[in-house]
């Protein structure tokens, strides 16, 4: 680990109340060699006034977006930007615990993989307080994923993916928002990366803490397991 370099991409909207906190946790975490880099899209409750006045002295970059566009053109833009051996994407909550990179990221850097998703579902994982809705239609999700990626992983939409960078930086990158989760994973699965899972702990947050995702989301998911499918 101390002689690998990890990208943090960390896709921020409207998260003027958490992104200090997250920040600090980011800065905590035990990776020697770092690189913060911040896309904010286009947030208009006061988190980029944070950003530029707290924030951006800890951080290695912060990138703007001139209009929302979501979080998979967020990630797209902080890829470009990426320039570790590594790069793992932390959303701007605390839903994911960033002490736990090394483990999501020894894989890539030891050799063993070329992609390690963080699975909330995996044996030796730690779920707090979760809706059962939210657990069965991520399930749902993740095995109709499988069923066209050959894949067997257990968290298809886990924010925890951690990628070589040569790999992400490779990948053509299309959707805007959620859809990004499984799009990227039939684009991994279609180029035949080393995919490992490692278990992690998740904290969710409900829609009045701030959380984005919704039902639509669900919906934009199917279609892009089938959109993808075999590209």
Known sequence: MDRKKLSIIVPCYNEREHIQNLVNKVLEAPVSDKEIIIVDDCSTDGTQEILERDIRPLVSQILYHEKNAGKGAALRTGFRAATGDAVIIQDADLEYDPMEYPKVVQPIFD?????????RFARGSHYENAYWQNILANKGLTFLSNCFTGLHITDMETCYKAFRRDIIQSIDIQEERFGFEPEITAKIAKKKCRVKEVPIS????????G????YKDGFRALYCIWRYRGR
């Not at 998740?202 to 803490?209: G, S």
């Not at 959380?211 to 919704?214: F, M, R, V, Y």
């Open 111 to 119: 050799g063993d993989a070329d992609v390690v998703y963080g699975s």
């Open 202 to 209: 998740y904290y969710p947050r409900k829609k009045e803490d």
């Open 211 to 214: 959380k984005k995702i919704g």
